[in-house]
C-alpha cells in the first residue's frame, strides 16, 4: 500500500515536470488512486506519510501515517513571512514575502535548508521542477511590499545556490501551475495567463481568459483545476497550450 | 505612548467548545471560496473560516457539490486517500471522506497552530461606537466582552 502510494506520487510529480509531456503519465495522475495535490497558496503539503506546514517563521512535520493518531515530530526555524509550500520529489519549496527557500527531505523527518534567494517584498507563491522555479511576486492590492508584479524564474539546478535568470512583468499574479510546456498564472481580476514554456527560462504568454477572477491552479492529468472567487471552474489541458473550459462550479 | 481611555471593551479569551466540532451538512452555497485540494474524482474547497464544501467532478462537464463539512477557522486543507486534513480554528483535525457524503472525525491535535486567531479581527463589542482592543490572534477564542476602566490599548472603535 504504502509503495504503491509513493509511486502514485511520484506518477503525479513526473506530469508536473516540463521537460516530460507523456500523456500515459497524466492519465494515471487523473485516476483516482493515482495521489492529490494542493495548489500553489497552500500552507499544506503531503509527501509520502507526512504533512508538512508552515507558519510564518516555522515548517512543522506531522506523521499521518495513521490517520487516527496524528503526531508532531519536528518544527523547524525556516526564515521570516512564510506564506507558501510547493511539494516537488524529494524538496519542499517555501515562498516567503522576501525570499524562496529550498528544503531537501533527503530524510522526510528532518528536512534541512539546503538554499535560498531573496528577492523584493511581495506575496509570492512558487512551483517548481527539476531544474527551475517560476514565483509569482505580486505588490498589486496587497501589503506586501511595493509597486512590482512580475513571474521570477530561478535556476534551481544547483539548490545550494538558486539563481534568477528571468523576470516577466505580469499584472496581478496570484498562484501558479505548470503541465509540460504549459505554465498557468492566475492574475485575480486579469483573468488566467497560459504561457507557453518552449523556452522554459523565458515564458511566452500566449492566451488568457478573462471571464472570471483567478486565483490557483492544480494541473492534474489533463485536468486543470482552478480556484476562482465565487468557486472553480475545470479545464481540458489535453493540449497544455490551449485549454478547453470543461465546466464551472460556482455559488 | 498608548492612550489611556477613561472606559473600553476588553475581549475576554478562552475555548468555546461549540466551535472545537467539526459538522457534516448537505450542500452550502459557496460565501468566501478558498484554496482547493484534489484526490482522484474528488475535489475539495474551503469556505474561508466556515468550512470545506466536498464535490464530486467524475463528470468533468458536470461537477456537482455533494456536502459541506463546517469547520469553524478553517483556513487549509489537504488530503491523503480517505483522509482529510484541516485546521479548526488553532486545532489540526483529521476526517474521514472514505464515504464523502458522512465524513467523519478521526483525531485533533489541540492548539497545533497558535496564531490561527486571524479571522477574529472582525469581532466587536456588542456596542456601536466604543473603543476596545482588538482581538489578538493567539490568546483564544473571543467568548464574551468586559468594559473596564483605564485601559491602554483600545485602539479600535465598533461601527
Given amino acids: ?251 | 505612548m498608548d492612550i489611556v481611555r477613561a472606559e473600553a471593551y476588553v475581549p475576554v479569551y478562552g475555548i468555546d467548545p461549540v466551535k472545537r466540532s467539526v459538522r457534516f451538512l448537505s450542500v452550502q452555497p459557496v460565501k468566501d471560496a478558498g484554496k482547493i485540494y484534489v484526490w482522484g474524482n474528488l475535489l475539495f474547497q474551503v469556505d474561508l473560516h466556515k468550512g470545506i464544501h466536498v464535490i464530486d467532478y467524475s463528470d468533468r462537464s458536470n461537477p456537482q457539490k455533494i456536502g459541506f463539512i463546517q469547520v469553524h477557522g478553517c483556513n487549509e486543507v489537504a488530503v491523503k486517500g480517505s483522509t482529510l486534513i484541516t485546521n479548526n480554528i488553532n486545532d489540526l483535525v483529521t476526517i474521514d471522506v472514505s464515504n464523502p457524503a458522512q465524513p467523519k472525525e478521526l483525531a485533533r491535535i489541540k492548539n497545533a497552530f497558535p496564531n490561527a486567531y486571524d479571522y477574529q479581527y472582525n469581532y466587536q463589542p456588542p456596542e456601536r461606537g466604543k473603543y476596545y482592543i482588538c482581538p489578538s490572534q493567539d490568546k483564544g477564542d473571543v467568548v464574551g466582552w468586559t468594559i473596564e476602566k483605564n485601559i491602554k490599548g483600545a485602539n479600535c472603535v465598533s461601527h
Fill in chain 1, 1 to 251: 500500500m504504502k509503495r504503491t502510494q509513493l509511486l502514485a506520487f511520484v506518477l503525479f510529480a513526473m506530469t508536473a515536470m516540463v521537460y516530460l509531456s507523456c500523456d500515459k503519465n497524466a492519465d494515471a495522475a487523473a485516476s483516482p488512486t493515482a495521489g492529490g495535490a494542493g495548489g500553489s497558496l497552500a500552507r499544506f503539503a503531503i509527501a509520502g506519510n507526512y504533512l508538512y506546514i508552515v507558519s510564518t517563521r516555522t515548517l512543522e512535520v506531522f506523521d499521518i501515517s495513521n490517520p487516527e493518531m496524528p503526531a508532531l515530530k519536528k518544527a523547524v526555524n525556516a526564515g521570516i513571512d512564510i506564506e507558501t509550500i510547493f511539494p516537488y520529489k524529494d524538496k519542499l519549496f517555501l515562498g516567503a514575502r522576501t525570499g524562496m527557500y529550498i528544503f531537501s527531505l533527503a530524510d522526510p523527518l528532518n528536512p534541512v535548508k539546503e538554499g535560498s534567494i531573496t528577492h523584493f517584498r511581495a506575496c509570492d507563491p512558487v512551483v517548481s521542477n527539476d531544474s527551475l522555479s517560476y514565483v509569482t511576486l505580486r505588490s498589486f492590492g496587497t501589503d506586501c511590499g511595493n509597486l512590482k508584479n512580475v513571474l521570477n524564474v530561478y535556476n534551481v539546478k544547483n539548490i545550494k545556490d538558486p539563481k534568477l535568470i528571468n523576470t516577466i512583468e505580469m499584472k496581478s499574479p496570484y498562484g501558479l501551475g505548470i503541465k509540460d510546456k504549459g505554465l498557468y498564472v492566475c492574475e485575480g481580476e486579469n483573468g488566467l495567463a497560459v504561457m507557453d514554456l518552449d523556452n522554459p527560462y523565458s515564458p511566452v504568454k500566449k492566451m488568457d481568459f478573462r471571464d472570471e477572477v483567478y486565483y490557483d491552479v492544480i494541473p492534474y492529468g489533463n485536468v486543470l483545476i482552478t480556484y476562482i472567487r465565487n468557486g472553480v471552474c475545470f479545464y481540458d489541458i489535453s493540449n497544455p497550450l490551449q485549454p478547453v473550459l470543461l465546466s464551472k462550479l460556482k455559488g
